[in-house]
């Protein structure tokens, strides 16, 4: 029993130490990709001024009675987007992600942003709550001083008040100019949220608000319904909001805790977690503040108001008794899978095929079961249907909203062409990189 005890305590510290170093190394690769691709933007820039400048200088003394016709190209149509006819679209990045502005000139969007002015790419909190960044993005938008709500404010314990966006992105957003949203991972969750408080006019000062000022909403390997990952990376089953004690997670704790305390500016501004509102920096809460957050009795972890309480099971259960699949939007979903069937296991699909960041992990989501003394998160449960994944998300949560009431859904052909009706205030998921299992009784 003791030599039991101790080899399931080594597998687990292990598995733990293998996982850190991964995700690590991955965060440092990406860190010094952005730094190095800055340094060779600004050696580009500085070389291509000094070639403007000697173009200039030639082109004044061949050309003196002609103007540059080019400069009002760098003018653009600013963020007001005038003259459109096409509504803008709005990416929202998920977990660890970052929009325009930062990590240098690192694209989370593989450059979707630079190829149209009508693409924005709001950068929210990588790790605050759905709840926080659906406030975030509506005042990023239309501008304003961020307003998290004084009830909610007071039940979390961060400031009612956060960024003030002096011009909005999008300031006439409204009925009338309505919004394409696209969002990865956690961002569709984020969407759904912002759509349900514009239906309900949470928004103070803007009771004209209403669930139409959302033209469309597309799902990018969403978290529709949770992920069994959370509990993998330290989430409790039992609840799916408390961390476990020694597990990847409480890493991640203690990690954001010290770089939000240290507070380095031109550091923040180069990545940030999001936590502002907390005001966990040394200056306000001091050496003991910081003790008091690394131990969990204060901040966004003692307080569960983050991103990994909102994609367990249980919480994502609750998430859509609230939330509403309105009859005029149009949905979409693209879900992703990097698992097959092997003998009648789900394992990975190939060692090259999958990033060497999801491997483990979609190796562990393959096989993880819930435990059986825990109540299970939802009426119906069964540990197979969770298998399917793509190492981060489980493919049958990326689907459409289905759990614990299926909102309405239909497949869409993959042979859809133009002609072909769209049906809002139904999700169409696109079989592009998921073919159903017809044992799951899908439509």
């Not at 687990?12 to 060779?40: M, P, Q």
Request: negative net charge; proline residues 5%.
């Amino acid at each position: 029993m003791r030599l039991w005890v101790v080899a399931s305590l080594g597998l687990c510290l292990a598995e733990l130490l293998i996982s850190t170093v991964t995700h690590l190394v991955y965060g440092l690769y990406i860190f010094s990709s952005a730094v190095a691709f800055d340094i060779v933007e600004i050696l580009n820039n500085h070389h291509l001024r000094k070639l403007r400048i000697w173009e200039t200088v030639a082109d004044i003394y061949s050309k003196p009675n002609i103007v540059d016709a080019d400069r009002s190209r760098d003018i653009g149509n600013g963020p007001y987007f005038e003259g459109y006819e096409v509504a803008p679209i709005v990416l929202v990045h998920g977990i660890f992600g970052f929009g325009k502005g930062k990590l240098g000139g690192m694209s989370y969007w593989a450059g979707a942003e630079k190829k149209d002015d009508r693409v924005l790419v709001p950068d929210l909190g990588s790790l605050t709550s759905v709840y926080d960044r659906a406030r975030d993005l509506f005042y990023y938008l239309k501008g304003g001083t961020v307003d998290y709500g004084e009830e909610h404010s007071a039940q979390y314990g961060h400031a009612r008040f956060g960024k003030t966006y002096d011009q909005g992105h999008y300031p006439e957003w409204d009925e009338n100019h309505p919004l394409h949203f696209v969002g990865h991972s956690a961002g569709v969750q984020v969407v759904r949220v912002l759509q349900q408080m514009l239906a309900e006019k949470k928004f103070q000062g803007h009771e004209n608000s209403s669930e139409s000022w959302v033209l469309s909403v597309t799902s990018l390997s969403g978290a529709l319904n949770g992920t069994t990952r959370v509990y993998l990376d330290g989430m409790q089953p039992e609840d799916g909001k408390t961390i476990k004690p020694i597990f990847l997670l409480q890493l991640c704790h203690v990690g954001v805790i010290i770089y939000d305390w240290l507070d380095i500016a031109w550091l923040k501004n180069y990545y940030n977690f999001g936590f502002d509102h907390f005001n966990m920096t040394w200056q306000k809460v001091g050496v003991s503040g910081l003790i008091e957050s690394l131990l969990g009795n204060v901040g966004p972890f003692a307080s569960e108001d983050w991103i990994l309480p909102d994609l367990s099971l249980q919480v994502s259960v609750e998430l859509n008794t609230k939330l509403q699949t309105f009859p005029n939007t149009y949905y979409f979903s693209y879900a992703t899978r990097k698992t097959r069937k092997l003998f009648g296991v789900t394992i990975p699909s190939g060692l090259f095929g999958i990033h060497p960041l999801l491997f483990i992990r979609a190796l562990q989501m393959s096989q993880w079961c819930y435990p059986n003394n825990v109540p299970l998160p939802y009426k119906g449960y069964n540990d197979e249907d969770w298998q399917d994944n793509d190492g981060a998300l489980n493919t049958i949560s990326m689907l459409y909203p289905r759990y614990p009431v299926p909102h309405p859904h239909c497949w869409l052909s993959p042979e859809f062409k133009d002609g072909h009706t769209l049906q809002p205030g139904v999700c169409g998921s696109h079989p592009l990189y998921y073919q159903p299992r017809k044992s799951r009784g899908t439509v």
